[in-house]
């Protein structure tokens, strides 16, 4: 039986009560563990160890959300590392620095212009829901039964009337 994370805390020391293993890091954001030691052989995610054991604390799990929200968002590996590095104070020569700042304000122009994007399509595909419930709501409820009637004269027209079944 697998056990949660809320259920491991209660045996642990409470400065380790927030810590989960691999397994249930993984369980947790619907990933598998072999993408969070590619993560961590990629240089994002960098756990501690406990007996010899990967554990993973809020720091960690909210940094692994963040890599997978940007995942989700169409961002690359690299991407991902150059935004960690710098909250990560990794990076700290000015020129650097400043570079990465023009290609992130960059970044953040083309997710404004996604995000409108994706408002007007969600907005159409709304607008497309109303029609279909309106559409049905005020359809015939014989609509379907005429089409079988139909279908079944046409059929029948086909016969000879000695296989018409009485």
Wanted: proline share 3%; charged share 35%.
């Amino acid at each position: 039986m697998h056990s949660s994370p809320a259920t491991d805390s209660a045996n642990l020391a409470p400065e380790q009560q927030d810590n989960w293993g691999i397994a249930e890091t993984a369980k947790h954001f619907e990933i598998t563990t072999r993408a969070i030691r590619f993560y961590e052989d990629k240089g994002l995610l960098t756990p501690s160890r406990a007996n010899g054991r990967r554990v993973f604390n809020d720091q960690d799990r909210e940094r692994l959300e963040k890599i997978l929200r940007a995942k989700r968002i169409g961002f690359s590996l690299e991407d991902i590392k150059q935004f960690l590095d710098v909250t990560d104070g990794s990076v700290t020569d000015a020129e650097e620095l400043l570079r990465r700042k023009t290609s992130f304000e960059a970044v953040i122009t083309r997710l404004r212009s996604k995000r409108k994007d994706i408002e007007v399509i969600a907005k159409d595909m709304q607008d497309l829901c109303a029609i279909i419930d309106n559409h049905i709501e005020n359809a015939p409820t014989s609509g379907v039964f005429q089409f079988a009637e139909a279908y079944d004269a046409m059929f029948r027209a086909h016969l000879d009337e000695d296989f018409i079944p009485i």
